[in-house]
């Protein structure tokens, strides 16, 4: 089971280190981690994807330059640093794991098949 943690409420301009644990299930029989969000009254949406094993990273291009997704693989943990957090990043933040064969990560969610709790993440402006 996955755990997403670090939500928060902060003000814009701020930043938070969201992070994904695992019980039960080591990452490494993942293929790739991902975070999504989902806003209210809008459908959950691809935030960033990770390589486990090679590390290699893709980002929705709303986030790129300001989140950053990585992983510890001794700690089992996948992280999301948000940073210059802005309104509409505001929504319930999720991490995923997948197997995929043929590619390293996918940004779609039916592509992902454990999923964690989320984390709420407030942003006012």
């Known amino acids: 089971q996955l755990q997403a943690s670090g939500g928060g409420l902060v003000q814009a301009g701020s930043s938070l280190r969201l992070s994904c644990g695992a019980s039960?299930?080591?990452?490494?029989?993942?293929?790739?981690m991902g975070w999504f969000r989902q806003a209210p009254g809008k459908e959950r949406e691809f935030v960033a994807a990770?390589?486990?094993?090679?590390?290699?990273?893709n980002y929705t291009d709303s986030v790129k330059g300001r989140f950053t997704i990585s992983r510890v693989k001794a700690k089992n943990t996948v992280y999301l640093e948000v940073n210059n957090l802005k309104p509409e990043d505001t929504a319930v933040y999720y991490c995923?794991?997948?197997?995929?064969?043929?590619?390293?990560?996918?940004?779609?969610?039916?592509?992902?098949?454990?999923w964690g709790q989320g984390t709420l993440v407030t942003v006012s402006s």
């Open positions: 995923a794991g997948g197997v995929l064969s043929g590619a390293y990560f996918s940004r779609h969610l039916y592509d992902y098949e454990y």
């Open positions: 990770i390589s486990w094993n090679g590390g290699r990273t």
């Open positions: 039960g299930r080591t990452f490494s029989s993942y293929t790739m």
